[in-house]
C-alpha cells in the first residue's frame, strides 16, 4: 500500500510539474497574439482559451483521483506512520538499554539497531515529504493557473463577432 501511495503521489507530483510548465508557456505564448482585432488574433486567442480549458479539466480530474485514492489510503496510511512511530521508539529504547550494558554487547548489534532505527524514521520522513511536496507543486500549478486566466480575461474579445470564444470564457467561469 504505502509503494502504490508512494508512486501515485511521485507520478502526481511529476504530472503537477508539467501541468505548471505548461501553464507558464500558455502564459509567454500570449506575447504572440497579434496586436490588431482580426481574424488571427480571433483564432489565437480561441486556441489559447481551449489550451486553458483543457489544462483546467486535467487539473480537476487529477485533483479528484487524488482525493479519491487519499480516502482510500488514508487509513492505512496513518496506521503504517503509527507503527513505525511505536517501532522507532521501542528500537530506541531497545538501543538505549543496550548502551546501557555496552560491556556485554556488541558494538556491531548496537549499530545495527542504529540503521534500523534511522531507516524507520526515514520511512516517517518520506511519508510526509513526498506529500508536502505534492501540496507545494498544488500551489505553484495554482497561482501559474491563475495568472494565466487573469491573462486569458484581460483579452479585448469581440464579443459581436467570435462567440465562441465569448461561450468558452463563460464556461471556464463557470467551473466547467
Not at 497579434?34 to 483564432?43: L, N
Not at 532505527?117 to 526515514?122: I, R, T, V, Y
Not at 511536496?133 to 487573469?150: F, I, T
Request: aromatic share 12%; glycine share 2%.
Amino acid at each position: 500500500t504505502d509503494s502504490l501511495a508512494y508512486c501515485v503521489v511521485g507520478t502526481s507530483n511529476r504530472l503537477l510539474e508539467c501541468m505548471s510548465q505548461e501553464a507558464l508557456e500558455l502564459t509567454r505564448d500570449l506575447r504572440w497574439l497579434p496586436p490588431s482585432q482580426g481574424r488571427h488574433r480571433a483564432v489565437y486567442q480561441r486556441q489559447l482559451l481551449v489550451a486553458w480549458h483543457r489544462l483546467w479539466h486535467s487539473c480537476r480530474q487529477l485533483e479528484q483521483l487524488l482525493v479519491e485514492l487519499l480516502k482510500i489510503f488514508q487509513a492505512l496510511l496513518l496506521l503504517n506512520v503509527f507503527t513505525n512511530y511505536l517501532t522507532e521508539i521501542s528500537l530506541f529504547f531497545n538501543l538505549v538499554v543496550l548502551i546501557a550494558d555496552a560491556p556485554f554487547i556488541s558494538p556491531w548489534r548496537c549499530y545495527f539497531y542504529t540503521v534500523v532505527c534511522l531507516a524507520f524514521h526515514m520511512d516517517i520522513l518520506l511519508n510526509f515529504s513526498i506529500f508536502g511536496a505534492n501540496q507545494v507543486k498544488w500551489k505553484h500549478l495554482s497561482v501559474r493557473l491563475q495568472q494565466l486566466w487573469l491573462a486569458l480575461k484581460a483579452l479585448h474579445v469581440d464579443y459581436r463577432n467570435d462567440t465562441h470564444c465569448v461561450a468558452m470564457l463563460h464556461q471556464v467561469s463557470n467551473g466547467k
